[in-house]
Protein backbone atom coordinates (compact mmCIF):
# COMPACT_ATOMS: atom_id res chain seq x y z
CA UNK A 1 0.00 0.00 0.00
CA UNK A 2 1.24 3.38 -0.67
CA UNK A 3 2.17 5.90 1.86
CA UNK A 4 -0.53 8.20 2.47
CA UNK A 5 0.15 11.86 2.58
CA UNK A 6 -1.70 13.63 5.57
CA UNK A 7 -3.54 17.27 5.48
CA UNK A 8 -2.91 20.09 7.98
CA UNK A 9 -5.08 19.94 11.12
CA UNK A 10 -8.28 21.20 10.64
CA UNK A 11 -11.26 21.81 13.08
CA UNK A 12 -13.76 19.15 12.87
CA UNK A 13 -17.34 19.65 14.25
CA UNK A 14 -20.18 16.70 15.17
CA UNK A 15 -21.73 15.28 13.79
CA UNK A 16 -19.38 14.61 11.45
CA UNK A 17 -20.35 12.36 8.31
CA UNK A 18 -19.47 9.07 7.94
CA UNK A 19 -16.17 9.08 5.88
CA UNK A 20 -15.01 6.63 3.76
CA UNK A 21 -12.67 3.73 4.55
CA UNK A 22 -9.93 2.45 2.39
CA UNK A 23 -8.98 -1.07 5.09
CA UNK A 24 -9.75 -4.38 4.58
CA UNK A 25 -13.23 -5.37 6.53
CA UNK A 26 -13.51 -7.79 8.78
CA UNK A 27 -15.23 -10.68 8.45
CA UNK A 28 -13.47 -13.58 10.28
CA UNK A 29 -15.26 -16.26 11.63
CA UNK A 30 -14.75 -15.42 15.18
CA UNK A 31 -15.01 -17.55 18.43
CA UNK A 32 -13.38 -20.93 19.16
CA UNK A 33 -11.51 -23.57 17.17
CA UNK A 34 -10.11 -26.89 17.18
CA UNK A 35 -12.43 -27.64 19.83
CA UNK A 36 -12.83 -31.42 21.51
CA UNK A 37 -16.15 -32.63 21.00
CA UNK A 38 -19.17 -30.65 22.08
CA UNK A 39 -20.28 -30.72 26.20
CA UNK A 40 -16.55 -32.24 26.71
CA UNK A 41 -15.88 -32.53 30.38
CA UNK A 42 -13.52 -28.82 31.32
CA UNK A 43 -10.71 -31.02 31.57
CA UNK A 44 -10.45 -31.62 28.17
CA UNK A 45 -10.12 -27.80 27.39
CA UNK A 46 -7.46 -27.22 29.86
CA UNK A 47 -5.12 -29.80 28.14
CA UNK A 48 -5.69 -27.92 24.91
CA UNK A 49 -3.17 -25.70 26.38
CA UNK A 50 -1.86 -27.51 29.27
CA UNK A 51 -0.59 -30.49 26.87
CA UNK A 52 0.17 -33.79 27.77
CA UNK A 53 3.14 -33.40 26.01
CA UNK A 54 3.79 -29.97 27.68
CA UNK A 55 3.32 -32.29 31.24
CA UNK A 56 5.41 -35.16 30.29
CA UNK A 57 7.99 -32.02 29.05
CA UNK A 58 7.85 -31.17 32.90
CA UNK A 59 8.32 -34.20 34.37
CA UNK A 60 11.48 -35.49 32.49
CA UNK A 61 13.01 -32.32 33.55
CA UNK A 62 12.04 -32.31 36.83
CA UNK A 63 13.50 -35.70 36.95
CA UNK A 64 16.37 -34.41 35.52
CA UNK A 65 17.57 -31.08 37.87
CA UNK A 66 16.27 -34.25 41.43
CA UNK A 67 18.72 -36.42 39.68
CA UNK A 68 21.58 -34.13 39.04
CA UNK A 69 20.77 -32.37 42.01
CA UNK A 70 21.20 -35.05 44.05
CA UNK A 71 24.62 -36.07 42.06
CA UNK A 72 26.23 -33.08 43.26
CA UNK A 73 25.03 -32.09 46.71
CA UNK A 74 24.79 -35.54 48.03
CA UNK A 75 27.19 -34.68 50.73
CA UNK A 76 26.37 -31.50 52.09
CA UNK A 77 22.49 -32.58 52.45
CA UNK A 78 21.86 -33.52 56.21
CA UNK A 79 21.04 -37.31 57.14
CA UNK A 80 17.34 -36.29 57.94
CA UNK A 81 16.89 -33.93 54.35
CA UNK A 82 13.41 -34.50 52.69
CA UNK A 83 15.74 -34.40 49.39
CA UNK A 84 17.22 -37.72 50.50
CA UNK A 85 13.53 -39.34 50.07
CA UNK A 86 13.08 -38.28 46.38
CA UNK A 87 12.27 -40.53 43.69
CA UNK A 88 11.48 -40.43 40.44
CA UNK A 89 8.08 -38.32 39.68
CA UNK A 90 5.37 -40.11 37.21
CA UNK A 91 2.99 -38.61 34.66
CA UNK A 92 0.54 -39.69 37.25
CA UNK A 93 1.88 -38.03 39.78
CA UNK A 94 2.26 -34.61 38.38
CA UNK A 95 -0.95 -33.98 37.30
CA UNK A 96 -1.84 -34.60 41.15
CA UNK A 97 0.85 -32.16 42.16
CA UNK A 98 -0.57 -29.66 39.18
CA UNK A 99 -4.35 -29.98 40.27
CA UNK A 100 -3.30 -29.20 44.18
CA UNK A 101 -1.57 -26.41 43.20
CA UNK A 102 -4.33 -24.99 41.12
CA UNK A 103 -6.64 -25.88 44.01
CA UNK A 104 -4.50 -23.93 46.44
CA UNK A 105 -5.47 -20.67 44.47
CA UNK A 106 -9.04 -21.60 45.36
CA UNK A 107 -8.56 -22.62 49.04
CA UNK A 108 -6.03 -20.15 50.26
CA UNK A 109 -4.10 -20.64 53.17
CA UNK A 110 -0.60 -18.38 54.46
CA UNK A 111 1.66 -21.13 53.56
CA UNK A 112 1.88 -25.03 51.80
CA UNK A 113 2.34 -26.23 55.29
CA UNK A 114 -0.83 -25.28 56.42
CA UNK A 115 -2.59 -27.61 54.27
CA UNK A 116 -1.37 -30.70 55.56
CA UNK A 117 -2.08 -29.34 59.60
CA UNK A 118 -4.36 -31.42 61.89
CA UNK A 119 -3.71 -29.32 65.01
CA UNK A 120 -7.12 -27.76 64.66
CA UNK A 121 -9.93 -29.05 63.64
CA UNK A 122 -11.63 -25.82 62.03
CA UNK A 123 -8.38 -25.56 59.30
CA UNK A 124 -7.91 -29.59 58.11
CA UNK A 125 -8.25 -29.92 54.71
CA UNK A 126 -8.02 -33.39 54.28
CA UNK A 127 -8.65 -33.86 51.12
CA UNK A 128 -4.69 -32.34 50.13
CA UNK A 129 -3.21 -35.65 52.62
CA UNK A 130 -5.32 -37.74 50.99
CA UNK A 131 -3.79 -36.88 47.37
CA UNK A 132 -0.07 -36.68 48.34
CA UNK A 133 1.90 -36.28 51.59
CA UNK A 134 3.45 -32.92 52.23
CA UNK A 135 6.84 -33.87 51.74
CA UNK A 136 6.45 -34.96 48.32
CA UNK A 137 4.78 -32.08 47.19
CA UNK A 138 7.54 -29.80 48.59
CA UNK A 139 10.05 -32.00 46.73
CA UNK A 140 8.31 -31.96 43.61
CA UNK A 141 7.97 -28.16 44.02
CA UNK A 142 11.52 -27.79 45.06
CA UNK A 143 12.70 -29.50 41.71
CA UNK A 144 10.21 -28.10 39.49
CA UNK A 145 11.59 -27.71 36.30
CA UNK A 146 10.44 -27.18 32.65
CA UNK A 147 13.87 -26.73 30.78
CA UNK A 148 17.59 -28.66 30.60
CA UNK A 149 19.84 -26.04 33.14
CA UNK A 150 23.12 -27.58 30.89
CA UNK A 151 21.20 -25.69 28.10
CA UNK A 152 21.20 -22.54 29.76
CA UNK A 153 24.06 -19.92 29.63
CA UNK A 154 25.21 -18.67 33.23
CA UNK A 155 24.92 -14.96 34.36
CA UNK A 156 28.26 -14.28 33.43
CA UNK A 157 28.33 -15.07 29.77
CA UNK A 158 27.11 -12.73 27.31
CA UNK A 159 24.80 -14.76 25.32
CA UNK A 160 22.55 -15.05 29.11
CA UNK A 161 18.99 -14.32 29.19
CA UNK A 162 16.98 -14.04 31.95
CA UNK A 163 13.96 -15.70 30.13
CA UNK A 164 15.78 -19.41 29.61
CA UNK A 165 13.98 -20.99 32.32
CA UNK A 166 10.33 -19.97 30.87
CA UNK A 167 10.97 -18.89 27.57
CA UNK A 168 9.50 -22.64 26.25
CA UNK A 169 6.93 -22.05 27.97
CA UNK A 170 5.61 -18.74 27.36
CA UNK A 171 6.02 -19.86 23.76
CA UNK A 172 4.01 -23.23 23.71
CA UNK A 173 1.34 -21.52 25.62
CA UNK A 174 0.81 -18.50 23.01
CA UNK A 175 1.20 -20.74 20.10
CA UNK A 176 -1.95 -23.05 21.88
CA UNK A 177 -3.94 -19.68 22.47
CA UNK A 178 -3.55 -18.49 18.67
CA UNK A 179 -4.53 -22.20 17.70
CA UNK A 180 -7.79 -22.30 19.45
CA UNK A 181 -9.04 -19.45 19.62
CA UNK A 182 -10.24 -16.02 17.10
CA UNK A 183 -10.98 -12.61 18.19
CA UNK A 184 -13.85 -10.68 17.63
CA UNK A 185 -13.05 -7.53 15.96
CA UNK A 186 -12.40 -5.46 18.98
CA UNK A 187 -9.15 -6.12 20.79
CA UNK A 188 -6.90 -4.44 23.23
CA UNK A 189 -3.15 -4.07 24.37
CA UNK A 190 -2.36 -3.22 27.76
CA UNK A 191 0.37 -3.75 30.69
CA UNK A 192 0.08 -6.70 33.17
CA UNK A 193 2.14 -7.13 36.65
CA UNK A 194 3.13 -10.25 38.19
CA UNK A 195 3.95 -9.44 41.87
CA UNK A 196 7.53 -9.93 42.11
CA UNK A 197 10.46 -8.74 44.69
CA UNK A 198 12.51 -11.51 43.20
CA UNK A 199 16.16 -10.26 42.62
CA UNK A 200 16.36 -10.18 38.97
CA UNK A 201 17.30 -7.84 36.38
CA UNK A 202 13.56 -8.35 34.76
CA UNK A 203 11.78 -6.46 38.28
CA UNK A 204 9.83 -3.37 37.22
CA UNK A 205 8.65 -1.00 39.58
CA UNK A 206 5.14 0.53 38.33
CA UNK A 207 3.44 3.12 41.16
CA UNK A 208 0.11 3.53 39.35
CA UNK A 209 -0.15 -0.21 40.06
CA UNK A 210 -1.77 -1.95 43.41
CA UNK A 211 1.17 -3.91 43.62
CA UNK A 212 4.08 -1.58 41.96
CA UNK A 213 6.99 -4.54 41.66
CA UNK A 214 6.99 -7.53 39.81
CA UNK A 215 7.21 -8.73 36.22
CA UNK A 216 5.55 -7.04 33.61
CA UNK A 217 3.50 -8.70 30.57
CA UNK A 218 2.82 -6.78 27.64
CA UNK A 219 -0.87 -9.08 26.62
CA UNK A 220 -3.04 -8.78 23.56
CA UNK A 221 -6.26 -9.82 24.30
CA UNK A 222 -9.97 -9.83 22.69
CA UNK A 223 -11.68 -6.89 24.52
CA UNK A 224 -15.09 -8.66 25.28
CA UNK A 225 -13.98 -12.05 26.77
CA UNK A 226 -10.61 -11.46 27.93
CA UNK A 227 -9.34 -13.92 26.37
CA UNK A 228 -5.36 -13.53 25.67
CA UNK A 229 -4.07 -13.84 22.07
CA UNK A 230 -0.40 -13.14 22.90
CA UNK A 231 1.53 -11.95 25.66
CA UNK A 232 5.27 -11.07 25.85
CA UNK A 233 7.71 -11.12 29.07
CA UNK A 234 8.90 -7.22 29.45
CA UNK A 235 13.39 -7.98 30.40
CA UNK A 236 14.31 -4.69 30.89
CA UNK A 237 15.69 -2.06 28.52
CA UNK A 238 19.45 -4.16 28.60
CA UNK A 239 17.30 -7.43 27.05
CA UNK A 240 14.64 -5.90 24.96
CA UNK A 241 15.93 -2.14 23.81
CA UNK A 242 13.57 -0.31 21.63
CA UNK A 243 15.00 0.01 18.22
CA UNK A 244 15.70 3.35 16.96
CA UNK A 245 13.19 6.26 15.61
CA UNK A 246 10.62 4.28 17.87
CA UNK A 247 8.39 4.22 20.71
CA UNK A 248 8.34 1.60 23.05
CA UNK A 249 4.66 1.80 22.82
CA UNK A 250 4.84 0.87 19.30
CA UNK A 251 7.15 -0.94 19.15
CA UNK A 252 5.34 -3.56 21.84
CA UNK A 253 2.20 -2.74 20.04
CA UNK A 254 3.28 -3.84 16.64
CA UNK A 255 5.36 -6.81 18.20
CA UNK A 256 2.00 -8.34 19.49
CA UNK A 257 -0.06 -8.05 16.60
CA UNK A 258 2.24 -9.26 13.87
CA UNK A 259 2.93 -12.28 16.27
CA UNK A 260 -0.54 -12.97 16.64
CA UNK A 261 -1.39 -12.14 12.89
CA UNK A 262 -3.90 -10.14 13.18
CA UNK A 263 -2.56 -6.97 11.26
CA UNK A 264 -4.45 -6.49 7.57
CA UNK A 265 -7.37 -7.64 8.89
CA UNK A 266 -9.63 -5.19 9.65
CA UNK A 267 -9.28 -5.45 13.33
CA UNK A 268 -10.26 -2.37 15.56
CA UNK A 269 -7.59 -2.22 18.52
CA UNK A 270 -7.53 0.06 21.23
CA UNK A 271 -4.59 1.33 23.63
CA UNK A 272 -3.98 3.74 26.31
CA UNK A 273 -1.93 6.40 26.57
CA UNK A 274 1.23 4.75 26.78
CA UNK A 275 1.09 3.18 23.78
CA UNK A 276 -0.57 6.09 21.45
CA UNK A 277 0.96 8.10 19.36
CA UNK A 278 0.03 9.70 15.98
CA UNK A 279 2.51 8.05 13.73
CA UNK A 280 1.49 4.51 15.45
CA UNK A 281 -2.26 5.55 14.29
CA UNK A 282 -0.87 6.51 10.68
CA UNK A 283 1.14 3.29 10.36
CA UNK A 284 -1.69 1.32 11.66
CA UNK A 285 -3.56 2.74 9.17
CA UNK A 286 -1.48 1.93 6.87
CA UNK A 287 -1.30 -1.80 7.89
CA UNK A 288 -5.07 -2.15 7.52
CA UNK A 289 -5.96 -1.89 11.37
CA UNK A 290 -8.36 0.43 12.94
CA UNK A 291 -7.05 2.40 16.23
CA UNK A 292 -9.04 4.17 18.97
CA UNK A 293 -7.17 5.18 22.22
CA UNK A 294 -6.38 7.96 24.89
CA UNK A 295 -3.05 10.36 24.15
CA UNK A 296 -0.90 11.95 26.48
CA UNK A 297 -0.71 15.82 26.71
CA UNK A 298 2.71 15.86 25.67
CA UNK A 299 2.76 13.79 22.56
CA UNK A 300 4.32 14.95 19.92
CA UNK A 301 2.64 16.45 16.91
CA UNK A 302 -0.50 17.40 18.42
CA UNK A 303 -2.33 20.72 17.93
CA UNK A 304 -2.09 23.27 20.34
CA UNK A 305 -5.89 23.23 20.35
CA UNK A 306 -5.62 19.36 21.70
CA UNK A 307 -2.82 19.95 24.16
CA UNK A 308 -3.88 22.82 25.86
CA UNK A 309 -7.53 23.37 25.63
CA UNK A 310 -10.40 25.69 27.00
CA UNK A 311 -13.22 23.89 27.96
CA UNK A 312 -16.35 23.84 30.14
CA UNK A 313 -17.98 20.92 31.89
CA UNK A 314 -19.75 18.81 29.18
CA UNK A 315 -17.35 20.30 26.38
CA UNK A 316 -15.66 18.67 23.62
CA UNK A 317 -13.01 20.03 20.44
CA UNK A 318 -12.22 17.71 17.69
CA UNK A 319 -9.28 18.29 15.18
CA UNK A 320 -8.88 16.02 11.85
CA UNK A 321 -6.00 15.24 9.57
CA UNK A 322 -6.77 12.97 6.82
CA UNK A 323 -8.21 10.01 8.61
CA UNK A 324 -6.58 10.88 12.11
CA UNK A 325 -9.07 11.96 14.49
CA UNK A 326 -7.64 13.87 17.86
CA UNK A 327 -10.44 14.88 20.51
CA UNK A 328 -10.36 16.72 23.84
CA UNK A 329 -13.49 15.85 26.32
CA UNK A 330 -14.12 17.53 29.62
CA UNK A 331 -16.82 15.61 31.46
CA UNK A 332 -16.74 17.80 34.91
CA UNK A 333 -15.22 20.88 35.93
CA UNK A 334 -13.35 18.89 38.69
CA UNK A 335 -11.63 16.69 36.04
CA UNK A 336 -9.33 17.31 33.42
CA UNK A 337 -9.44 17.15 30.05
CA UNK A 338 -9.14 13.42 28.75
CA UNK A 339 -7.69 13.46 25.08
CA UNK A 340 -8.58 10.44 22.31
CA UNK A 341 -7.24 9.63 18.99
CA UNK A 342 -8.59 7.85 16.41
CA UNK A 343 -7.94 6.46 12.47
CA UNK A 344 -11.12 5.44 12.10
CA UNK A 345 -13.83 7.62 13.83
CA UNK A 346 -15.87 10.81 13.17
CA UNK A 347 -16.83 13.40 15.34
CA UNK A 348 -19.92 12.46 16.49
CA UNK A 349 -21.47 12.67 20.29
CA UNK A 350 -24.20 10.60 22.20
CA UNK A 351 -27.88 11.95 22.61
CA UNK A 352 -27.78 12.01 26.28
CA UNK A 353 -25.06 13.73 27.34
CA UNK A 354 -23.47 15.32 24.37
CA UNK A 355 -20.47 12.70 25.33
CA UNK A 356 -18.43 12.40 22.40
CA UNK A 357 -18.58 8.33 20.56
CA UNK A 358 -15.10 8.01 21.03
CA UNK A 359 -14.84 8.09 24.61
CA UNK A 360 -17.82 5.61 24.69
CA UNK A 361 -16.47 3.18 22.50
CA UNK A 362 -12.91 3.45 23.97
CA UNK A 363 -14.87 2.50 27.82
CA UNK A 364 -16.32 -0.40 26.20
CA UNK A 365 -13.41 -2.02 24.78
CA UNK A 366 -10.32 -0.63 26.12
CA UNK A 367 -10.60 -3.26 29.45
CA UNK A 368 -9.96 -6.64 28.16
CA UNK A 369 -6.23 -6.85 29.86
CA UNK A 370 -7.92 -5.42 33.23
CA UNK A 371 -10.55 -7.81 32.40
CA UNK A 372 -8.06 -10.72 32.84
CA UNK A 373 -6.51 -9.84 35.65
CA UNK A 374 -9.54 -9.82 37.50
CA UNK A 375 -11.01 -12.94 36.56
CA UNK A 376 -7.23 -14.60 37.20
CA UNK A 377 -6.76 -12.87 40.59
CA UNK A 378 -9.80 -14.43 42.32
CA UNK A 379 -8.05 -17.89 42.11
CA UNK A 380 -4.31 -16.93 41.97
CA UNK A 381 -2.98 -17.16 45.53
CA UNK A 382 -0.25 -15.36 44.09
CA UNK A 383 2.48 -17.38 46.44
CA UNK A 384 5.90 -15.95 47.60
CA UNK A 385 8.91 -17.82 45.56
CA UNK A 386 12.55 -17.77 45.77
CA UNK A 387 12.49 -18.37 41.94
CA UNK A 388 11.13 -15.58 39.82
CA UNK A 389 10.65 -17.62 36.53
CA UNK A 390 8.13 -19.98 38.81
CA UNK A 391 6.10 -17.72 39.56
CA UNK A 392 5.95 -16.39 35.74
CA UNK A 393 5.15 -20.39 35.27
CA UNK A 394 2.04 -20.33 37.94
CA UNK A 395 0.64 -17.13 36.90
CA UNK A 396 0.80 -18.53 32.45
CA UNK A 397 -1.04 -21.84 34.22
CA UNK A 398 -3.65 -19.75 35.62
CA UNK A 399 -4.28 -17.93 32.78
CA UNK A 400 -4.69 -20.69 30.86
CA UNK A 401 -7.45 -21.87 32.95
CA UNK A 402 -9.42 -18.70 32.28
CA UNK A 403 -8.40 -19.14 28.60
CA UNK A 404 -10.03 -22.73 28.94
CA UNK A 405 -13.07 -21.66 30.49
CA UNK A 406 -13.83 -19.37 27.98
CA UNK A 407 -13.25 -21.91 24.88
CA UNK A 408 -15.49 -23.88 27.16
CA UNK A 409 -18.47 -21.59 27.45
CA UNK A 410 -18.85 -21.01 23.27
CA UNK A 411 -18.60 -24.99 23.41
CA UNK A 412 -20.81 -25.79 25.61
CA UNK A 413 -24.89 -25.87 25.52
CA UNK A 414 -26.28 -23.11 27.69
CA UNK A 415 -27.96 -25.24 30.16
CA UNK A 416 -24.86 -27.38 30.75
CA UNK A 417 -22.38 -24.54 31.62
CA UNK A 418 -21.08 -23.73 35.30
CA UNK A 419 -19.83 -21.14 36.70
CA UNK A 420 -15.68 -20.45 36.45
CA UNK A 421 -14.54 -21.54 39.74
CA UNK A 422 -16.58 -24.67 39.59
CA UNK A 423 -15.14 -24.98 36.10
CA UNK A 424 -11.83 -25.10 37.94
CA UNK A 425 -12.64 -27.30 40.40
CA UNK A 426 -13.57 -29.67 37.93
CA UNK A 427 -10.68 -29.97 36.56
CA UNK A 428 -9.20 -30.21 39.95
CA UNK A 429 -11.09 -33.53 40.03
CA UNK A 430 -9.93 -34.76 37.06
CA UNK A 431 -6.61 -34.34 37.27
CA UNK A 432 -6.13 -35.92 40.60
CA UNK A 433 -8.47 -38.12 40.42
CA UNK A 434 -6.25 -40.95 39.22
CA UNK A 435 -3.72 -39.92 42.20
CA UNK A 436 -6.68 -41.11 44.50
CA UNK A 437 -7.53 -43.95 42.94
CA UNK A 438 -4.84 -46.14 43.91
CA UNK A 439 -6.21 -47.54 47.26
CA UNK A 440 -5.81 -50.89 48.28
CA UNK A 441 -9.75 -52.90 49.45
CA UNK A 442 -10.89 -51.41 52.43
CA UNK A 443 -9.63 -48.01 51.68
CA UNK A 444 -6.71 -47.78 53.48
CA UNK A 445 -4.12 -45.28 51.26
CA UNK A 446 -1.09 -47.49 49.37
CA UNK A 447 2.13 -46.05 50.32
CA UNK A 448 3.41 -44.49 46.82
CA UNK A 449 6.07 -46.27 45.19
CA UNK A 450 8.23 -44.91 42.45
CA UNK A 451 8.36 -47.06 39.48
CA UNK A 452 10.48 -50.14 39.60
CA UNK A 453 10.48 -50.43 43.65
CA UNK A 454 7.78 -52.63 45.35
CA UNK A 455 7.15 -53.05 48.97
CA UNK A 456 8.44 -56.27 50.64
CA UNK A 457 7.66 -58.28 54.28
CA UNK A 458 10.35 -57.54 56.18
CA UNK A 459 13.73 -56.28 55.44
CA UNK A 460 16.20 -56.94 53.01
CA UNK A 461 19.87 -55.33 52.55
CA UNK A 462 19.85 -52.17 50.06
CA UNK A 463 22.22 -52.89 47.48
CA UNK A 464 23.27 -49.48 46.72
CA UNK A 465 23.76 -47.88 50.32
CA UNK A 466 24.05 -51.23 52.10
CA UNK A 467 28.01 -51.61 53.32
CA UNK A 468 30.04 -55.08 54.51
CA UNK A 469 33.28 -52.57 55.26
CA UNK A 470 32.32 -51.57 58.64
CA UNK A 471 30.63 -48.58 57.87
CA UNK A 472 27.14 -50.40 57.98
CA UNK A 473 24.63 -52.22 57.12
CA UNK A 474 20.88 -50.66 56.06
CA UNK A 475 17.82 -52.53 55.16
CA UNK A 476 14.95 -51.17 52.87
CA UNK A 477 11.42 -52.40 53.41
CA UNK A 478 11.32 -52.27 49.60
CA UNK A 479 12.97 -54.19 46.45
CA UNK A 480 14.12 -53.21 42.95
CA UNK A 481 10.63 -54.93 40.88
CA UNK A 482 12.91 -56.39 38.25
CA UNK A 483 15.70 -58.12 40.19
CA UNK A 484 14.06 -58.22 43.86
CA UNK A 485 16.82 -57.17 45.44
CA UNK A 486 16.75 -55.24 48.30
CA UNK A 487 16.46 -51.13 47.38
CA UNK A 488 15.41 -48.13 48.76
CA UNK A 489 13.13 -46.03 47.07
CA UNK A 490 15.94 -42.82 47.48
CA UNK A 491 18.41 -45.15 46.02
CA UNK A 492 16.77 -46.17 42.49
CA UNK A 493 18.40 -43.85 40.85
CA UNK A 494 21.76 -45.44 41.19
CA UNK A 495 20.70 -48.53 41.16
CA UNK A 496 22.16 -50.66 38.27
CA UNK A 497 19.16 -53.56 37.91
CA UNK A 498 20.84 -57.16 37.40
CA UNK A 499 17.97 -58.09 34.50
CA UNK A 500 19.34 -55.11 32.91
CA UNK A 501 23.06 -56.33 33.01
CA UNK A 502 22.07 -60.04 31.54
CA UNK A 503 19.95 -58.28 28.75
Known amino acids: MARRVFAPWVRAYPPEQQRQE ?10 PRNMP ?41 GPKSRARAWWRVTLREFKAFLGMLINMGLIKKPSIKSYWTNKLQSQR ?8 SR ?4 NILRFFHTVDNSKIQPRNSPNYNPSDKFKHFVNHVNMQFKRHFL ?22 YIPTKHCKFGIKLWMLVESVSGYIMHMSIYRGKRYDPTPAGQ ?20 YHLFTDGFFSSIDMAKRLLEAGTRFTGTFRANARGQPQAIKKPILNAGQAVYMRQGSILLCAYKEKSTRKPVRLISNCQTATVTNARQKPEMVN ?3 RFMGGVDLNDQLTLTYDDNRKSVKAWKKVVWNMIHRMLLNAYICYTHNTDRHLIVSRVEFIQLIVESLCQEQLDQRIPGGIRRRHNPMGVVPINGQRECVVCSRHDGNGRRRARSACRMCHRGLHAQCMNDHVCRRDVEQ
Open 37 to 77: QRNSPPLAYFLLFFTTHLMQKCMLETNRFARNFLRTSAATL
Open 361 to 363: LYN
Open 22 to 31: DMPVYDEEFG
Open 183 to 204: PSKHISIDESLISSKNRTEMTQ
Open 247 to 266: TQGSFVVFTLMEAADLLNKG
Open 135 to 138: NRFQ
Open 125 to 132: TPWFPSVM
